[in-house]
T-cell receptor, first 112, second 112 residues
Framework: NAGVTQTPKFQVLKTGQSMTLQCAQD?????MSWYRQDPGMGLRLIHY???????DQGEVPNGYNVSRSTTEDFPLRLLSAAPSQTSVYFC???????????FGSGTRLTVV | AQSVTQLGSHVSVSEGALVLLRCNYS??????LFWYVQYPNQGLQLLLK??????LVKGINGFEAEFKKSETSFHLTKPSAHMSDAAEYFC??????????FGAGTTVTVRA
């Protein structure tokens, strides 16, 4: 099992550009989430999904879109990048029953 | 709504000394509680969790935590620190659903 795979690991964007952060898991987990990590703020939930075709907003959803067409994939789209979106982004997944989330290794995004 | 407060953003301990990381939470319902560890440039790894049952839970790498409902606390301890324990530690709470709320994190440094 590869676990939760995030690509790319690093990305630099110009203000106004769009891009998609990829997340894939091979554990057949129902629940998937996107978090952003900023110094001194812990991790904040952006969007989450409880299964294919079902997504919802988290704590800080503005400027981000998600979709869940398959159980395995949960991409995060930045519509028009802003410097405030400079952060480290983590994707996580867990089975339907309550276990701890498994996290990917993160994508470090810089918006200039 | 739930929130998590980690007391102390930085903790420095001597090798072999007790590690104590404090976590208090607020939750409208009895929560599930987690501790995660993050090593530099890596994702988060689950240390331990409390869902139901015994209030003293043991995790990986010699860590344990005790759920105290009356104090709304879930402090993390390790009797004897090792150099490899240097990392950032996050307490997280879930109100019995799929969303996690994280504390701001505590960075642990271990002095030789």
């Amino acid at each position: 099992n590869a676990g939760v795979t995030q690509t790319p690991k690093f990305q630099v964007l110009k203000t106004g550009q769009s891009m998609t952060l990829q997340c894939a898991q091979d554990m057949n987990h129902e629940y998937m989430s996107w978090y952003r990590q900023d110094p001194g703020m812990g991790l904040r939930l952006i969007h989450y999904s409880v299964g294919a075709g079902i997504t919802d907003q988290g704590e800080v959803p503005n400027g981000y879109n998600v979709s869940r067409s398959t159980t395995e994939d949960f991409p995060l789209r930045l519509l028009s990048a802003a410097p405030s979106q400079t952060s480290v982004y983590f994707c996580a997944s867990r089975p339907q029953e309550l276990h701890g989330y498994t996290f990917g290794s993160g994508t470090r995004l810089t918006v200039v | 709504a739930q929130s998590v407060t980690q007391l102390g953003s930085h903790v420095s301990v001597s090798e072999g000394a007790l590690v104590l990381l404090r976590c208090n939470y607020s939750s409208s319902v009895p929560p599930y509680l987690f501790w995660y560890v993050q090593y530099p440039n890596q994702g988060l790894q689950l240390l331990l969790k409390y869902t139901t049952g015994a209030t003293l839970v043991k995790g990986i790498n010699g860590f344990e935590a005790e759920f105290k409902k009356s104090e709304t606390s879930f402090h993390l301890t390790k009797p004897s620190a090792h150099m490899s324990d240097a990392a950032e530690y996050f307490c997280a709470v879930s109100p019995r659903d799929y969303k996690l709320s994280f504390g701001a994190g505590t960075t642990v440094t271990v002095r030789a």
